[in-house]
């Protein structure tokens, strides 16, 4: 009987049986073969942190309201699922058996969708012949990667900053190259994590542990600052040396999953004074893009496949654990209690 990885409770995870219904007319069924945790949303679910937790998201709205009587647990977790195709219902033309599909469900061995299903990251479909199911598991961070790039609007010859430099933030880094950034400087106090940002372009790494990184950046050239920096650790204290290290009115992108009170935010100092744009990314929840319609989640998901199938995006060195489905909340606690041994763990099924 195949497995679900459910959390029932703040960092308490089990595998749950389940059994899987007969096909339906314009159903699929795909067999899993990894599937990629993520360090950010994950790990706020897993630890009850997210405002989830005790809150619910209306999309009319588009509000946070309070949701008490809403029980947060059991549920899944997980949005970058890599499986193959084995079964097709009738009419279900848009796949075929061996098809490999990348789904933005939750951990578990086998997934069944309606062959037509719109999910908040746009329609499913194949990925193309031949794409490795290792490089899958990071199309969706590499969505995200992609949608913050495009909302800092880096010109050719740009100085920019990148704070956090997990999976999603060593994208960036590449993607930053890509769009003709003449400068990059990446920053995380992890020093494998500052090696890898090197590998893959960055020209000067910073640990905020060490240095003033507002200091750093302005002082690093007569603009005094960059002019874009891209905030993808989720920590407010990141953010404020985002704030510290950008020009006169040069522009944030804030692409982190926040938690709590951000008592590290001095919005009287830099952010006040040099009059700095900040600018939230996010490219799901429904969210248009800010060049809408000439681009769209589709869009950008289709190009994030393109980058990835091509090599143009590196996810060679991306990959620091692979963990057996079984052990999936082992995996879970290495991220939460030794994050410096991680860049992206996988499940592998």
């Not at 769009?179 to 640990?207: C, I, K, N, S, Y």
């Not at 999953?257 to 006040?272: C, M």
């Not at 057996?324 to 606690?333: D, I, M, Q, W």
Request: charge should be negative.
């Amino acid at each position: 009987m195949p497995k679900a990885l459910i959390l029932i409770g703040p960092r308490n995870l089990i595998l749950e049986p389940y059994e899987d219904a007969p096909l339906k007319a314009g159903e699929v069924r795909a067999q899993a073969i990894a599937s990629g945790i993520s360090h950010g949303t994950e790990l706020n679910l897993y630890r009850g942190s997210a405002p989830f937790h005790s809150k619910r998201f209306d999309p009319d709205l588009r509000l946070f309201v309070d949701a008490q009587e809403q029980a947060p647990y059991p549920s899944g977790l997980g949005y970058e699922w890599v499986g193959c195709i084995t079964e097709v219902g009738e009419g279900a033309i848009q796949f075929k058996v061996g098809d490999l599909v990348h789904l933005p469900f939750s951990h578990r061995q086998t997934h069944t969708f309606a062959a037509d299903v719109k999910t908040m990251f746009g329609p499913m479909r194949p990925l193309p012949a031949g794409f490795d199911p290792e490089r899958a598991i990071v199309l969706s961070l590499a969505a995200v990667a992609l949608q913050a790039v495009h909302d800092a609007h880096i010109k050719v010859g740009d100085r920019v900053a990148i704070f956090g430099l997990g999976a999603i933030g060593l994208l960036v880094v590449q993607l930053a190259r890509l769009e003709g950034a003449g400068w990059v400087a990446a920053v995380d106090p992890m020093a494998g994590r500052q090696t890898l940002a090197e590998e893959f372009g960055a020209d000067r790494v910073l640990d905020p542990t060490g240095c003033d990184v507002g200091w750093e950046i302005k002082t690093a050239s007569v603009q005094h600052g960059v002019d874009v920096a891209i905030d993808v650790s989720g920590q407010y204290a990141a953010l404020q040396d985002a704030i510290r290290s950008v020009r006169v009115g040069g522009t944030i992108v804030a692409a982190g999953y926040y938690q709590g009170g951000g008592t590290a935010l001095r919005l009287g100092e830099e952010w006040h004074h040099n009059r700095v744009t900040m600018v939230s990314s996010m490219g799901v929840w429904w969210c248009p893009h800010r060049d809408h319609p000439m681009w769209d989640i589709a869009r950008v998901r289709d190009t994030a496949i393109d980058l990835l199938a091509g090599g143009r995006l590196r996810t060679d060195r991306l990959i620091s654990q692979r963990i057996p489905f079984e052990h999936a909340a082992e995996a879970y606690k290495l991220i939460d209690h030794r994050p410096e041994e991680t860049v992206k763990v996988a499940l592998i099924y």
